[in-house]
């Protein structure tokens, strides 16, 4: 593991609060985030849907509807700039280049009547010289291993691994120091997945650049990621050294996610899994989000909601009052 | 109660479509004026008067015709013919098209490219000129134009239709209904249908006002029957006194751009309301 | 294993498009499914495995081959005969959202499954039995709700009421789970598993997920572009699997807990002309592998795999054998 190696925050978020406002209806889909990755570190954000990874991604760049998501509290700076109050032309300060972002759905992504080479030279023009096109746009598609009759083709021409190896081109024409990849791989075949991860973790390392890898597969996660976070209902409930998250989970929704993920079998011969279902996100939540599935919950747990605290070595933090020092010292 | 709150939310769903629900009002009135409107007219509308070419104003309101009759006690008379010459023409093409269209997508093969293979054929000729000219030949009557409008426009509400039942039968959901045993035709009538019907019915209401265009404009070719009135003839005889008495032009022309129109913008919201995406 | 309760037969399957190529989505494939037993088609998207399915469901017709259910052929059928009949064999879809007529509440979904074809009026106590099952409780709360209603778990246990209440010999699930998140997969799995130990179901399950396959099934089938590569018990395949393009599946399963073999970023890969189907992808492609077509071939017990280069396991000596076991074999359910 790299660690935190490159040195300084290229990205920063600290006790994000977002919502979705429309027809007198909220959404609090990110409640309470925090989150750091450092330069040419790669971190991980897992969660199932509607924990708000996603519109934590998209936030990032200014990629929500404009008018209905907003910033309710905290802060986003990526390379040192505060980012929180942007608007309008201003996130062409940071789109692209420092950070660039990839989906789950490179399709419609893609313009389907404009040819791959014409849409990464447009990436390649914003940060460079038209007379560069030609040269860095055969660079970059050797960069993500496609050939380079790649260019002339058309998006539907190609395959899904392809459409996405040719978005990371695009995504890497400007030259980001922060990939932000929501669900790259989710779409995709196992074996194509695993052909996208091996480049990604190339790229990493050939162009010393940081990762922001969002998924909902926490074995993806494991061996992709130097560090994790894991989110539920709109909180970063746990963070730290992918391995010593996965491995000695502090959060009880760590611990039932990752049993469930293993497909862990139970005495009784059924798979461990979570009770109850996910809170509604029309309020933001006052107490542990995951209180009513939770069962280690106890009395403090209804008092007050757990910062977060911390679980073990490497900065391995979780918001759950089992680690208070006080409830371990009554152990 | 379920079932309450299902067509409470789709009524809903109307008022929040303000052109919807104005039409609808506005089509509900013109209903009631064709049912009760002669009955409370203060004498016979086709009585001739004293008082040929009034302008409007004054006691006649929109004023009179060469015949010195009430040009609203006409108008009265005349949304009686659009409404049934609409209303019938359009039932007639939904029904037709609805049933070839829902067999050639259901059953398809040879069926299918026969039917639609007629439903081109109607749909290459030109329909004014040839309702035009079936008319004028086989002589005017409000069956005989209810027939030909039907007859000219059913390919399109079948093609619509065929496109929706191809839709609806490759979704899972018709697949799963199979394989419980559920006879073809049950599925295409209690499943398909249903989940196709909708763009229909909103073709079913451009069409009222196509036909609603198509009597009016064969009445102003002196194409209809000279024993009744619609608004169509209203123009015909208005446009020979167009310089000098507008009033007998302008207002049936009014009459049918208002109706017309009120149609189609119901045909859209209903478009809108009976698509899946509304109900999810 | 008991006798099978329904049976694939050498079925084939040639999607044929005006202004298309043929695509041979099935070729020649036969397979199994026993009492109470659950078995797992993997493969990737386009190696027919779900063309598979709707050809076990009979909604499509086989160019060949045939369905046998119960020891009858569902091809030999007609008319009220094969409503009948179908009725004992289910499909579970993958998206839950479109196997449900939005316009019908969940009571009338059930009672329509429940009857049938047939007259007489489902009773309440039936489908809250149907529904209790899983886990939608109070029935009342649910029957009078529209699909659109529920969340995606809740109408994918729907979806698992409903295949159940013709009370089928097989359900087939085609990717039942791959929409759904880790926590809604364990709970329908364990439904899958208490249905079955109530009423002795078979299962195909069709998945792309080995992890799913490993946890699930007593027997594997992988299938590659319309063939059957290799199958077998769950166990022996996953210990020592024979076919070079299960043992890639299993290399790139992202386990939490064993690190996947490293994939190498591979360029375009060409299509198959003749001979073995994944010769093109394939490490150990020779020329025999170029020209020639493998046949499944019995190398172990009840363990097939297609390829000239897999040596039955009394054989030794090959090197495929002596590759490390990846992931170690649990049989489940």
Redesign the interface.
């Known amino acids: 593991m790299t660690g935190a190696a490159g040195g300084g925050a290229i990205l920063e978020v600290h006790a994000l609060h977002v919502t979705y406002e429309s027809a007198g209806r909220a959404v609090h889909a990110v409640q309470d985030a925090s989150l750091s990755v450092a330069e040419g570190e790669a971190v991980g954000i897992a969660g199932?849907?509607g924990c708000g990874k996603s519109t934590l991604a998209r936030v990032l760049l200014g990629l929500v509807p404009a008018g209905i998501a907003h910033i309710r509290n905290g802060r986003i700076a990526i390379g040192g700039v505060d980012v929180t109050g942007f608007a309008g032309r201003d996130w062409e300060q940071v789109r692209g280049q420092p950070v660039a972002i990839v989906f789950q759905d490179p399709l419609s992504f893609l313009n389907p009547v404009m040819r791959v080479g014409d849409q990464i030279g447009e990436a390649v023009r914003r940060h460079d010289s038209a007379a560069a096109v030609p040269a860095r746009s055969a660079e970059l598609v050797d960069l993500v291993?496609?050939?380079r009759s790649v260019l002339r083709r058309y998006p539907h021409e190609l395959s899904g691994g392809?459409r996405q190896r040719v978005m990371l081109a695009i995504a890497l024409g400007c030259r980001p120091r922060l990939l932000v990849a929501d669900e790259p791989t989710t779409a995709l075949?196992?074996?194509?997945?695993?052909?996208?991860?091996?480049?990604l973790r190339?790229l990493r390392r050939e162009l010393g650049m940081a990762m922001l890898l969002i998924s909902?597969?926490?074995?993806?996660l494991?061996?992709n990621c130097d560090r994790i976070y894991i989110m539920y209902a709109g909180h970063t409930v746990e963070s730290g050294a992918t391995a010593e998250v996965?491995s000695r989970p502090a959060h009880p929704y760590t611990r039932?996610?990752?049993?469930?993920?293993?497909?862990a079998?139970l005495p009784d011969?059924?798979?461990?899994?979570?009770g109850g279902?996910v809170p509604r996100l029309e309020r933001p939540a006052r107490l542990c989000p995951f209180l009513s599935r939770c069962d280690a919950a106890m009395a403090r747990c209804r008092e007050a909601m757990p910062p977060a605290l911390p679980a073990g070595a490497n900065g391995h933090q979780a918001r759950c009052w089992l680690i208070a020092p006080a409830h371990r010292e009554a152990i | 109660m379920m079932r309450r709150s299902a067509a409470w939310s789709w009524l809903a769903g109307l008022v929040q479509r303000p052109a919807g629900i104005g039409s609808a009002l506005f089509i509900l009135l013109l209903l009631v004026v064709a049912l009760l409107g002669p009955a409370v007219l203060p004498r016979h509308p086709l009585a001739l008067g004293d008082q040929p070419m009034l302008p409007p104003g004054g006691a006649y309101f929109l004023g009179t015709d060469d015949l010195g009759r009430s040009v609203v006690a006409e108008l009265i008379l005349g949304v009686r013919v659009s409404l049934a010459v609409g209303i019938v023409a359009a039932l007639a093409t939904t029904v037709v098209g609805l049933l070839v269209g829902a067999i050639a997508g259901y059953v398809g093969g040879l069926i299918d490219t026969v039917l639609m293979r007629i439903a081109e054929f109607f749909q290459v000729m030109p329909t004014f000129i040839l309702a035009v000219a079936i008319i004028a030949l086989a002589g005017p009557g409000l069956t005989r134009v209810i027939a030909v409008i039907a007859l000219l426009s059913w390919p399109q509400t079948a093609r619509l239709a065929r496109g929706e039942v191809l839709r609806v039968g490759q979704l899972d959901f018709i697949a799963a209904v199979r394989s419980l045993g559920i006879p073809e035709w049950r599925i295409l009538l209690g499943e398909v249908i249903p989940n196709a019907i909708g763009p229909v019915i909103a073709l079913g209401m451009l069409i009222v006002g196509y036909a609603i265009l198509l009597e009016a404009s064969l009445g102003y070719l002196g194409l209809s029957s000279p024993a009744i009135v619609s608004w169509g003839r209203m123009l015909s005889v208005g446009q020979r006194y167009l310089f000098s008495a507008w009033w007998l032009s302008v207002f049936p022309g009014l009459a049918i751009l208002a109706t017309v129109l009120a149609f189609n913008l119901l045909g859209d919201a209903l478009a809108d309301l009976l698509s899946p995406r509304s109900t999810t | 294993m008991s006798t099978a309760v329904l049976e694939l037969r050498h079925l084939s399957k040639t999607f044929r498009g005006r202004g298309m190529a043929p695509v041979r989505a099935v070729i020649d494939v036969s397979l199994e499914v026993a009492a109470g037993e659950c078995v797992a088609l993997v493969g990737?998207?386009g190696s027919g495995k779900s063309t598979l399915a709707r050809l076990a469901l009979r909604l499509i017709e086989p160019d060949a081959g045939e369905v046998i259910l119960r020891g009858q052929s569902l091809m030999r059928m007609r008319g009220g005969t094969l409503r009948r009949a179908r009725r004992g064999i289910q499909p579970i879809f993958q998206d839950p959202a479109a196997s449900f007529n939005p316009r019908r509440t969940v009571r009338s979904l059930l009672s329509q499954a429940i009857e049938g074809a047939g007259r007489e009026r489902a009773g309440e106590a039936e489908m809250a039995a149907l529904l209790a099952a899983v886990m939608l409780k109070p029935a009342a709360e649910y029957l009078d709700r529209y699909p659109h209603e529920l969340?995606g778990g809740q109408r994918q246990r729907l979806a698992i009421a409903r295949a159940l209440a013709p009370r089928p010999a097989v359900i087939i699930a085609d990717e039942p789970l791959s929409g759904a998140?880790?926590?809604i997969?364990?709970?329908l799995?364990?439904l899958l598993?208490d249905m079955q130990a109530r009423s002795g179901v078979g299962y195909l399950l069709i998945t792309?997920?080995?992890?799913?396959a490993?946890?699930?099934s007593h027997r594997i089938a992988v299938m590659y572009r319309g063939r059957i590569a290799e199958r077998g018990p769950t166990g022996s395949v996953l210990a020592a699997p024979l076919h070079p393009y299960t043992r890639?599946?299993l290399?790139?399963?992202?386990?939490?807990?064993r690190?996947?073999r490293?994939?190498?970023?591979?360029?375009?890969r060409s299509a198959a002309g003749t001979g073995c189907g994944f010769h093109p992808r394939c490490p150990l492609a020779s020329e025999t592998c170029r020209k020639l077509e493998p046949m499944l071939r019995e190398l172990g017990p009840g363990h097939s795999a297609a390829c000239h280069h897999a040596a039955s396991k009394e054989g030794g000596g090959d090197p495929i054998q002596s590759q490390p076991q990846l992931i170690p074999g649990?049989n489940?359910?």
Not at chain 3, 251 to 257: F, I
């Open positions: 199932e849907s291993r496609l050939q392809m075949d196992a074996t194509t997945e695993a052909e996208i991860l091996a480049l190339e909902h597969d926490l074995g993806v494991r061996w996965l039932g996610l990752a049993g469930a993920a293993r497909l079998r011969g059924h798979f461990a899994m979570i279902d | 990737e998207s969340s998140d880790v926590s997969r364990a709970q799995l364990n598993i792309h997920d080995m992890h799913v490993r946890a699930f890639q599946l290399a790139v399963v992202h386990s939490l807990d690190l996947p490293d994939a190498t970023a591979k360029p375009v649990i489940a359910c």
